[in-house]
Nanobody, 125 residues
Framework: QVQLVESGGGLVQAGGSLRLSCVVT????????MGWFRQAPGKEREFVAG????????LYADSVKGRFTVSRDNAKNTVYLQMNSLKPEDTAVYYC??????????????????WGQGTQVTVSS
């Protein structure tokens, strides 16, 4: 079955950076779009960023545009989220997500077929 394992979360001061990683097994990684969501306490899970199977198309939530970058390494079955200029409002559990279909051409927010277990990111002011 599909397994997504996130790492790289932690505690960082406002203005700092973190890089999240998500290693995927159980699917042919290079065929699937991947992305990141987050859920803050008391709030609904929200889309953060996504990247198509080829890496040609990406999509970002307005709240993270210009600060976060999603990328992938198909040789390592890994998707990354580079987070710069972090703000306290970025504090959340971050979840990796895999697409439910293969070879999606254009990234969309509603794509998820599988979830990771999440990794905590805490940004202190």
């Amino acid at each position: 079955q599909v397994q997504l394992v996130e790492s790289g979360g932690g505690l960082v001061q406002a203005g700092g950076s973190l890089r999240l990683s998500c290693v995927v097994t159980g699917i042919t990684f290079s065929r699937y779009a991947m992305g990141w969501f987050r859920q803050a306490p008391g709030k609904e899970r929200e889309f953060v960023a996504g990247i198509t199977w080829s890496g040609d198309s990406t999509l970002y939530a307005d709240s993270v545009k210009g600060r976060f970058t999603v990328s992938r390494d198909n040789a390592k079955n890994t998707v990354y989220l580079q987070m710069n200029s972090l703000k306290p409002e970025d504090t959340a559990v971050y979840y990796c997500a895999a697409d439910r279909i293969e070879y999606r051409a254009t990234m969309v927010m509603d794509f998820v077929g599988s979830w990771g277990q999440g990794t905590q990111v805490t940004v202190s002011s």
